[in-house]
C-alpha cells in the first residue's frame, strides 16, 4: 500500500490528501450541482467515514451543493490498484462517482487523455452499478465507450469495496471480489490506450445531469450523501 486514507480524524477531508473542484454552471453535463471548497456541509469526516454530501440549496444558480474532492497533486499514480470503500446515495436524480481523471493531459484535452470510472451509479437504475474508461477512440460523445454494469442490489445500504486493477497491459474492474469488466491495451497508440501516464482519483455526487437526470428528477430530495469509509492505494 503506497497510499490511504482511513479517515479516522474528523472535521475537513485531510489537506495534504484532498483538494477540491469548485464550480457550477452544468460541468458540461448539464448537472445541477455547485462545487464547494473546504465546506463541511458538503464534505466531512465524521466517525471514521468521509461524508460527501450534496444538499439542496440555491449557490450561483444552481439548485444544489456538493462536493467534488481530488487527489491530484497529491495523489498521483501510473498503475496500481485504487479501490474505495463506500456506500452510495441513491434516489432518482442522483450520480455518484468514484473516478480518475490524468493528472498532465500529455495527450490532450478530454478524452484523448483518458478517463477511468472506477464507479457510477444514476439512481434511476438503483440495481445496478458501472464501470468504464474513456478515450479518443472510445468515448459517450461518439456512442463507442467501454463500459459495463454489475448487478447490485443494496449500494446504497451497505459498503462496497469498488476497485481497478490497472498496469500496463489491461484494467480489470472489481466490485468486492468479483471481477466485471477489462479494459486492455490494444498497441495502437494513445487513441486508444492513453493509460501509460500519472492519473488522480475524484470523488463526487453530482446531481441531475444528461445521465443523472436521464429519467428526471426526487423533487422531494433534500440531500445525498455518499459514505466513503476508506480509501488505499496500492503498487507491485
Avoid at 94 to 104: C, G, R, V
Avoid at 223 to 232: G, I, L, P, S, W
Wanted: without cysteine; proline residues 3%.
Amino acid at each position: 500500500m503506497i497510499w490511504s486514507d482511513e479517515f479516522n480524524t474528523n472535521g475537513l477531508p485531510d489537506t495534504t490528501k484532498w483538494g477540491y473542484d469548485v464550480g457550477g454552471n452544468g460541468w458540461g453535463n448539464n448537472e445541477l450541482e455547485y462545487y464547494t471548497k473546504a465546506d463541511t456541509s458538503n464534505a466531512v469526516v465524521r466517525d471514521g467515514k468521509l461524508l460527501i454530501i450534496a444538499k439542496k440549496e440555491n449557490k450561483e444558480h444552481n439548485t444544489f451543493t456538493s462536493a467534488r474532492l481530488v487527489t491530484k497533486g497529491k495523489g498521483d499514480w501510473r498503475y496500481g490498484r485504487i479501490e474505495v470503500s463506500a456506500k452510495l446515495p441513491i434516489a432518482k436524480g442522483t450520480w455518484p462517482a468514484i473516478w480518475m481523471l490524468p493528472t498532465d493531459w500529455k495527450y490532450g484535452g478530454w478524452p484523448a487523455s483518458g478517463e477511468i470510472d472506477i464507479m457510477e451509479n444514476v439512481g434511476f437504475m438503483p440495481d445496478t452499478v458501472f464501470g468504464s474508461v474513456h478515450t479518443k477512440s472510445f468515448n459517450h460523445v461518439i456512442h463507442t465507450q467501454k463500459t459495463k454494469g454489475f448487478y447490485l442490489n443494496d449500494a446504497d445500504k451497505t459498503f462496497h469495496v469498488y476497485a481497478v486493477e490497472w498496469n500496463k497491459d489491461r484494467i480489470d474492474f472489481f466490485v468486492d471480489a468479483h471481477p466485471y469488466f477489462s479494459f486492455s491495451n490494444t498497441g495502437k497508440g494513445f487513441a486508444e490506450w492513453p493509460f501509460d501516464q500519472k492519473f488522480h482519483l475524484i470523488l463526487n455526487v453530482a446531481m441531475g445531469g444528461n445521465w443523472g437526470g436521464m429519467r428526471g428528477m426526487d423533487e422531494t430530495l433534500k440531500q445525498a450523501v455518499m459514505e466513503v469509509d476508506y480509501v488505499r492505494v496500492f503498487q507491485q
